[in-house]
């Protein structure tokens, strides 16, 4: 069975070396919908709760959020950061609560404390499912991604292969002592 949550995402980005509008830098609001799959835990008959689901996936996630997505070789990449250092904002300021865990992949890599992401390639929905993929693989058992941008969507089926020990008063997942981070019930 499956539980399915959908967050959603404000962003700015731009297709570095295309033709059309697209080249230009402009916004969006994405809605990305994460499915996992499980057996129904008996004590709360349920796979996962669903808001746990968000906020797994929103520790991470939230550094896409009002952020601006660049491609790596970018141009614009030096000089929005050169702006940054010149208004004293790049190392964060103190108004910026929308900092997610710091995180750096083969395929991306956020720096929190200026609501910047940093890709390898073109921000697509294409891409963001990959991306979220790799960031949430090891955290919940995602059998399907879709990720709806402007009219542009895009879906990935996956084969769950964690296993992931919940807790049977909650959902939620253990730590790795074995208790839950929510109630304190210990395996």
Same mark, same amino acid.
């Given at each position: 069975? /499956?539980? +399915?949550?959908?967050?959603?995402?404000?962003?700015?980005?731009?297709?570095?070396? =295309?033709?059309?509008?697209?080249?230009?830098?402009?916004?969006?609001?994405?809605?990305?919908?994460?499915?996992? #799959?499980?057996?129904?835990?008996?004590?709360? $008959?349920?796979? =996962?709760? !669903? $808001? #746990?689901?968000?906020?797994?996936?929103?520790?991470? *996630?939230?550094? =896409?959020?009002?952020?601006?997505?660049?491609?790596?070789?970018?141009?614009? &990449?030096?000089?929005?950061?050169?702006?940054?250092?010149?208004?004293? +904002?790049?190392?964060?300021?103190?108004?910026?609560?929308?900092?997610?865990?710091?995180?750096?992949?083969? &395929?991306?890599?956020?720096?929190?404390? !200026?609501? *910047?992401?940093?890709?390898?390639?073109?921000?697509?929905? #294409?891409?963001? +499912?990959?991306?979220?993929?790799?960031?949430?693989?090891?955290?919940?058992?995602?059998?399907?991604?879709? =990720?709806?941008?402007?009219?542009?969507?895009?879906?990935?089926?996956?084969?769950?292969?964690?296993?992931?020990?919940?807790?049977?008063?909650?959902? +939620?997942?253990?730590?790795?002592?074995?208790? !839950?981070? /929510? !109630?304190?019930?210990?395996?």
């Amino acid at each position: 069975m /499956k539980s +399915i949550t959908t967050l959603e995402l404000q962003y700015a980005h731009r297709f570095y070396g =295309f033709q059309g509008e697209a080249q230009y830098l402009h916004g969006h609001t994405g809605v990305l919908t994460i499915e996992v #799959e499980d057996s129904i835990n008996t004590g709360v $008959n349920m796979v =996962f709760p !669903c $808001n #746990e689901i968000q906020k797994t996936a929103w520790n991470v *996630l939230k550094n =896409f959020d009002h952020a601006l997505i660049l491609r790596e070789d970018d141009p614009l &990449l030096p000089a929005i950061l050169k702006v940054y250092e010149q208004q004293g +904002i790049k190392d964060g300021a103190p108004l910026n609560t929308m900092k997610g865990e710091v995180f750096k992949t083969e &395929l991306a890599t956020a720096y929190p404390e !200026c609501r *910047l992401v940093v890709t390898k390639e073109t921000m697509t929905v #294409e891409g963001m +499912i990959k991306i979220v993929h790799e960031l949430l693989k090891d955290k919940l058992n995602i059998s399907k991604i879709t =990720f709806t941008s402007g009219v542009n969507v895009a879906t990935e089926d996956y084969t769950p292969v964690n296993t992931i020990d919940r807790c049977p008063l909650c959902g +939620i997942r253990l730590n790795s002592d074995g208790v !839950c981070p /929510k !109630c304190g019930y210990k395996k």
